[in-house]
């Protein structure tokens, strides 16, 4: 798997990008990578666990690939 860790300059350029996730066991919120470091911070304020922030982007080109794969199994024009 590949090595996907950032940078603390990576991640201070990365600030205002959209297409980040906070996954919690509750929900999930999307936002930049701002928006979900800051609900991710108020939760660990209040004692719960911060949860996890991905990369909105990768997740949903893998979901679209396997979607396109399901399609051409079931025999349905890609």
Same mark, same amino acid.
């Given at each position: 798997m590949?090595?996907? #860790?950032?940078?603390?300059?990576?991640? @201070? @350029?990365? +600030?205002?990008? /959209? %297409?980040?996730?906070?996954? #919690?066991?509750a @929900? @999930?919120?999307? %936002? #930049?990578?701002?928006?979900?470091a800051?609900?991710?911070?108020? +939760?660990?304020?209040r %004692?719960?666990? /911060?949860?996890?922030? +991905? +990369?909105?982007?990768?997740?949903?080109?893998?979901?679209?690939l396997?979607?396109?794969?399901?399609?051409y199994?079931? %025999?349905l /024009?890609?």
């Open positions: 590949a090595n996907n #860790t950032l940078s603390k300059e990576e991640l @201070a @350029a990365s +600030r205002n990008s /959209p %297409g980040w996730r906070l996954e #919690t066991d @929900a @999930a919120h999307d %936002g #930049t990578l701002e928006d979900v800051k609900l991710a911070h108020e +939760r660990h304020v %004692g719960e666990h /911060p949860g996890l922030i +991905r +990369r909105v982007e990768n997740s949903v080109e893998l979901d679209m396997q979607l396109e794969a399901l399609w199994s079931l %025999g /024009p890609v």
